[in-house]
């Protein structure tokens, strides 16, 4: 794992700066929003995490005549408390012209959001949302609520309980599509933003290795690479990656940050067992040994599993199977790395530039040297063809809850 040092460097003010909670001025517009938008005091806000497969989706952010994760979200809470609600995802987002139009139509429980509070939460310049085909375990967004008794209307009811929204939601969205689902639901303050409480974004990036086709059930779930990828010089050029820099070459045309000057804290690559994976006839006969003679305790995680684990040579493309005809019909399984990214933020396409020029590396088409050359750049222009979206998960938003 390559984490940036803690040392100081010349870009961290310039950085800090473009982050709305360090900044005053955008900590006083943000409060001055919340303060519009939350007038009234019968109104409960949820935090709500979510999952989706990304495929079907024209991004994160509410589109009009385009099927959206925000989208179908809202439509599931209005079926739900039989109001419009408005959803703000953790995303750093600023509304297209359509999209601007889309959210001065929308009330935000008995509310109507004007232009110039929405104009005041955006100023600071963000980037865009999750792009069409990109997946999540774990967005996070939030949604005020006021409930109002269906049989008595304009009769005010206390809140739901945070485990009635998630059921009654799930309930909705999985009579839609099913590809998106409330993974939880917290209470939290009138002034708990998603977006700007966000202390730390993570995210993965799934490769396939081999010549095989790519398997139905991976499909627009990981970037199939047909060439090997040398998962030791793809580590080194993270090394280069990893910190403080100016990201000016992984900034895709578009983005709206003023600054790009970001810390990437965390830039790491692992080769895991590819999914879905079930267990060889070596596999089921070591693990019926280690029920006779278990192993001595160790203090290894479940959760570490799949990244320590050494992936079964029969498992891997390429190698060949038994003459005996025992092998037939069974898929050979490629190769499977997972890219780790971690940040407070993150520029418009910043991980799928990184991936592309970290893959052009494992396959040798770029060394460290390149790696250096177009980070100094400064320009995108220098960087390798950007990677897919299919292979692109947030994987988590971290928060100080209160």
């Known amino acids: 794992m390559h984490q940036s040092s803690t040392t100081s460097n010349p870009y961290k003010r310039s950085l800090e700066l ?23 005091p019968r109104i409960q806000r949820y935090l709500v995490a979510i999952e989706y497969i990304g495929t079907r989706f024209s991004g994160s952010q509410q589109q009009l005549n385009c099927r959206t994760v925000v989208g179908v979200l809202e439509e599931a809470f209005h079926k739900f408390v039989g109001q419009p609600v408005s959803i703000f ?80 939601v799930n309930h909705f969205l999985q009579k839609n599509e099913g590809d998106i689902t409330v993974i939880d639901v917290r209470c939290v303050p009138p002034d708990f933003h998603a977006r700007y409480k966000a202390q730390e974004r993570m995210y993965f990036y799934r490769l396939l290795s081999g010549p095989e086709p790519l398997s139905t059930f991976e499909k627009d779930r990981a970037w199939h690479v047909p060439e090997e990828l040398d998962l030791v010089s793809m580590q080194k050029a993270c090394k280069v990656l990893v910190g403080c820099h100016d990201f000016s070459s992984f900034r895709a045309a578009g983005c709206q940050a003023k600054s790009p000057i970001r810390t990437l804290d965390e830039l790491n690559v692992s080769e895991v067992v590819s999914t879905p994976h079930f267990p060889s006839s070596m596999e089921r006969g070591q693990a019926s040994s280690m029920e006779q003679d278990p192993p001595a305790c160790s203090n290894t995680s479940e959760t570490d599993l799949p990244f320590r684990t050494k992936i079964p040579r029969h498992n891997r493309v390429g190698i060949a199977t038994s003459g005996s005809g025992e092998g037939f019909g069974r898929r050979r399984k490629h190769r499977c790395y997972v890219i ?33 050359r177009i980070l100094n750049a400064k320009t995108v222009t220098a960087a390798s063809p950007m990677a897919p979206a299919c292979g692109l998960y947030l994987g988590n938003v971290k928060y100080e809850l209160p």
């Open 18 to 40: 473009d982050s709305p909670s360090e900044s005053p001025g955008k900590a006083s517009k943000v409060a001055r929003t919340e303060q519009i938008m939350n007038q009234n």
């Open 340 to 372: 780790t990214a971690r940040a407070r933020s993150f520029l418009y396409h910043q991980i799928r530039l990184l991936v592309g020029v970290l893959k052009a590396v494992g396959t040798g088409d770029l060394t460290i040297s390149d790696v250096e």
């Open 89 to 168: 995802c953790s995303s750093r987002t600023m509304p297209s012209g359509l999209n601007r139009r889309a959210l001065l139509l929308t009330t935000l429980s008995v509310q109507v959001v004007g232009f110039e509070a929405l104009k005041e939460l955006y100023a600071d310049g963000a980037s865009f949302g999750e792009d069409a085909g990109v997946h999540a375990l774990s967005n996070v967004c939030h949604v005020d609520v006021e409930r109002i008794s269906k049989r008595k209307p304009g009769e005010v009811l206390p809140p739901h309980e945070p485990g009635v929204v998630r059921r009654a």
